[in-house]
């Protein structure tokens, strides 16, 4: 079963455009949802996080949208540059108490984004 | 430098021998995550330690996997009797428990088994 769906394996925009890349889970117990960002042959890195008690949080060109009642959020990037090009991961933190205190990230399968000049 | 280092970035494996990856950590950071990444997915959890307390290992896909982290810095995960679909890149990533789920990743270490 797959908690982190993210439905759009490639996104393509121009440059200067908006890119919104989308993200759904099914889990409830998630409290944190964040996005990283992925080039080849390097790891994920961090890019925005969003509380699930919150609706939106903004970091210049980012922006993550959270909307609990679909279990749906998105990023958005505006405007959109070419060294935007990568793997776009969405992922969710569960906390498993009854495990003295684990935690752990669920990921989607990731988004290509492509920015055309 | 600060980040996250794993070792080695590239090993090859032929089917059945033993395979050991190499994690260090950002140092003063408690939470250490190993993920298996296959050509085409995200990353899959496998393990979480907490200093050096294995507290989660639900992700670790069959008992030829085993990771330890005995001082509570550096970690190693080991694959014994490679298979053919242990073939992945294993990412490492550390962070500082309690924190808003950031994690920092290490470049991974790809493991091709022939």
């Known amino acids: 079963d797959q908690q982190v769906k993210q439905n759009s394996p490639s996104l393509s925009v121009q440059e200067g455009r908006i890119s919104i890349l989308n993200c759904d889970y099914t889990?409830?117990?998630?409290?944190?949802f964040l996005w990283y960002k992925k080039y080849p042959a390097e790891g994920p890195t961090f890019l925005i996080s969003?509380?699930?008690?919150?609706d939106k949080n903004e970091d210049g060109r980012f922006t993550v949208f959270l909307n609990k009642s679909a279990k749906h959020l998105s990023l958005h990037i505006v405007p959109s540059q070419p060294g935007d090009s990568a793997v776009y991961f969405c992922?969710?933190?569960?906390?498993?108490?009854?495990?003295?205190?684990?935690?752990?990230?669920?990921f989607g399968k990731g988004t290509k984004l492509t920015v055309n000049p | 430098g600060a980040g996250v280092s794993q070792s080695p970035r590239y090993k090859v494996a032929k089917r059945g021998q033993d395979v050991a990856l190499r994690c260090d950590p950002i140092?003063?950071?408690?939470?250490l995550f190993w993920y298996q990444q296959a050509l085409g997915q995200g990353p899959e959890f496998l393990t979480y330690?907490?200093?050096?307390?294995?507290?989660?290992k639900s992700g670790l896909p069959s008992d030829r996997f085993f990771a330890e982290r005995p001082e509570g810095s550096v970690s190693t995960l080991k694959i014994q009797r490679t298979q053919q679909e242990d073939s992945a890149v294993y990412l490492c990533?550390?962070?500082?428990?309690?924190?808003?789920?950031?994690?920092?990743f290490g470049e991974g270490s790809r493991l091709t088994v022939l």
């Open positions: 990533a550390s962070s500082l428990y309690g924190e808003t789920g950031e994690l920092f």
């Open positions: 889990n409830s117990m998630f409290d944190y």
């Open positions: 969003i509380s699930s008690i919150k």
């Open positions: 992922a969710a933190r569960v906390l498993t108490t009854r495990i003295g205190g684990s935690e752990k990230l669920v």
């Open positions: 140092s003063g950071h408690v939470s």
């Open positions: 330690f907490q200093n050096e307390a294995q507290l989660d």
